[in-house]
């Protein structure tokens, strides 16, 4: 697939996908339209976005992130967010950022059982 | 715009382009790490700039990022000062944006400032 900024993993119905780069606006943007492309092409029905290896979210980003689980819970697909770091919850807590629609757990495993139990 | 000598400053980033937010950032977070600062306060810098950097692109197209290190007080506790300097077309209501104003128009916009605000103090 063309314009793919992240390699994912499909399992079961389910998208994973870790995100091993640095995440400007122009990225983030291009992965909600894979993500909700690859929903529709792969008969997704649980995103897992794995972030243990990202560093810094900031609110545009976390903002794309939980409107992209909106979209996709439009879609029929739940999306959860796995493996965000101490400083990064503390970080987006402090400014007030709230993750809406977006379901979060410890890590993939936490994730997978989460998306089990949701169906 | 604000008088600033560049020389003053550890740190001169331009912001000009997209890109720019994720140097920017990147670069904070080098700063931050190499001055001790802890993770929290790293990731806090960091994401602080990236803000800072992503309203300049917005609003003003382009502008610059001042980043040095600071001593404050008697203790010699040690700061970073950010500035964040552009010709935009300011903001109307200062404090209505920082009491977070600008929530209803898009959410994602009014969070930053008020962060800045509590962070360091002013804007």
Known sequence: ??????????????????????????????????LLNEISEKNIKGIIIDVSMVDVIDSYISFVLSETAGM????????????????VALT?????????????????????DMLNNLE | MLDVNPYDYDIVLKIK????????????????????????DVTKIATAVSEL????????????????????GSDKTVAIEIIACDKGPGIENVELAVMGGVYNIRAEFGVGFVWHKEAHGQL
């Open chain 1, 1 to 34: 697939m063309r314009n793919r900024v992240v390699p994912t993993i499909k399992l079961y119905d389910y998208l994973i996908v870790p995100i091993q780069i640095e995440l400007d606006d122009a990225t983030v943007e291009k992965l909600q339209l894979q």
């Open chain 1, 92 to 112: 987006l807590a402090q400014m007030g950022v709230r993750l809406r629609d977006i379901f979060t757990a410890r890590n993939l495993e936490d994730a997978i």
């Open chain 2, 53 to 72: 950097a992503r309203n300049i692109y917005r609003y003003a197209k382009e502008g610059y990022i001042y980043i040095r290190k600071k001593e404050i």
């Open chain 1, 72 to 87: 996709a819970k439009a879609m029929g697909c739940y999306t959860v967010i796995c493996g965000i770091q101490p400083a």
């Open chain 2, 17 to 40: 382009d997209e890109n720019d937010i994720a140097v920017s950032r990147q670069m904070a977070k080098n700063f931050a790490q190499k001055n001790n600062f802890s993770l929290a």
